[in-house]
């Protein structure tokens, strides 16, 4: 069985949604997450968009989150999967 090609970008935005998504479940805004973080909300906007991602930054999310550096990497609930193929065209 070969294993799928990674898309990196893909793995960013995914990481960066699943942050968004871990923040709002706790209910913090961007600004309050920068002030645990020692950082801007602008920041904390990239991150979320799935830029500036380092391990430094992963962990420090993780911490604040109170989260393992792996559950950053679960595919984010925002994220709605689409089946594959043709939509199925009502017989009505």
Same mark, same amino acid.
């Given at each position: ?36 973080? !020692? ?10 968009? !799935? ?14 989150? !109170? ?17 594959? !193929? ?7």
């Amino acid at each position: 069985m070969a294993a799928r090609r990674l898309d990196p970008k893909r793995l960013e935005r995914s990481v960066g949604q699943r942050v968004g998504d871990l923040r709002r479940e706790q209910l913090l805004t961007q600004a309050e997450l920068a002030e645990k973080l !020692g950082c801007t909300p602008r920041y904390v906007a990239q991150i979320e968009a !799935g830029r500036n991602l380092t391990l430094h930054t992963l962990a420090r999310l993780a911490h604040v989150l !109170g989260v393992t550096p792996a559950d950053l990497f679960v595919p984010p609930a925002s994220v709605q999967r689409r089946p594959r !193929g043709r939509p199925i065209k009502d017989a009505s």
